[in-house]
């Protein structure tokens, strides 16, 4: 189904490296907004800069996958030392094989993980790349954003099947 993650976390915070490896997910393409920070955050929780640091301490490669414009998306990937895509257009494939094509593996090899069914699950499954999708960090009070997350309701992932 489209519309149904392979996979699913409480937070981007919570997938750990023993879990990608049993995967056999050696690249993470990485969707910014309410995955890594909240909107026009430019820093991560705290929690999450710390995955952030024990994956790079690991030598796992990441990249960002937004469809915000560069001037988002540039500062905060070069405050974190990583590699991104802006204006993305997800959940159109094109954005997921630059990023694949970036970081130089298998889409067979890769995952990304997003808060959004309708651009980074959607996006994925297009693609052929496996999906990760974690909670938003918050629910967004903007109208279109409470447009599609009502339309997401149903296709939300329920928390039984969170990742142990």
Not at 12 to 36: G, P, V, W, Y
Not at 104 to 121: L, N
Not at 144 to 154: C, M, S
Request: glycine residues 6%.
């Amino acid at each position: 189904m489209l519309f149904r993650p392979k996979y699913v976390f409480n937070s981007i915070a919570d997938i750990s490296t023993d879990f990608l490896k049993k995967e056999n997910i050696r690249a993470l393409i990485l969707d910014l907004d309410n995955t890594l920070t909240t909107h026009n955050n430019p820093i991560p929780k705290k929690e999450i800069g710390e995955w952030l640091s024990e994956m790079q301490r690991n030598e796992f490669p990441m990249i960002i996958l937004s469809n915000n414009h560069y001037e988002r998306v540039k500062p905060f990937a070069d405050a974190l030392k990583l590699d991104f895509v802006c204006d993305g257009g997800k959940p159109l494939t094109k954005g997921y094989k630059q990023a694949v094509a970036k970081l130089g593996f298998k889409k067979s090899e890769t995952a990304s993980v997003g808060d959004q069914i309708f651009t980074d699950v959607l996006g994925c499954n297009l693609t052929g790349i496996r999906s990760i999708f974690t909670y938003p960090i918050v629910y967004e009070t903007g109208f279109w954003f409470r447009v599609k997350r009502t339309l997401e309701k149903p296709l939300i992932p329920s928390r039984k099947r969170i990742q142990k």
